[in-house]
């Protein structure tokens, strides 16, 4: 009996040394998608058409005309495109509106996106929509200030819009710069 117990005792001792466990064999990881480089939480405020727009330090800006701005963010691959207008009338304000709300709809492709309306310390109307995943155009803002002043911002993605969840990231940081745009608005 002695003997049976010591020789089962080896065979397992063999058994447990003899090749290496699943654990410690190498295995390859899943491919897994960079993290995304955020923009910096510094701001710099830029003049367009007489309003202070805070942006962070990281976005690159130029202004091809005075009621435009446009803003590059290297890191998220993405450009912000925005206008200011002022309108004569409550009507024509309306009509913008209506337009850029058009132009939303059309941005998003027919998805259904969420949209937050919000109002700012400095008394703007705000709607910031964020499309579903996969559009090129994943956050728009829309603000309406004082003397009929409307604000009209888009973030455009320089490539691809597949796959969807590695832009999560991107679009919550573009989300982010869309809310801080819209609460510096003077």
Known sequence: MKALALASAALMLLAACGQPSRHDAPVARRYAYPRVELPDSARQVIAVD????ALSTSAKASQPRHDWLTAR???LGATLHLSVSRFG?????ASAIA???????LNTGGARPRTDNFNTPCGWLC???TAPEGSATPVQLLAI????TLVS?????DGATAPADSLRPIVEALDTE???IADSLR
């Open 178 to 180: 869309a809310m801080h």
């Open 99 to 105: 337009n850029r709300r058009q132009r939303i709809a």
């Open 145 to 148: 200030g004082p003397g009929r």
């Open 50 to 53: 007489g309003l202070g727009i």
């Open 73 to 75: 963010y290297p890191s």
């Open 127 to 129: 709607e910031r929509v």
């Open 153 to 157: 911002a888009a973030f455009a993605l």
């Open 89 to 93: 009338s409550d009507d024509a304000l």
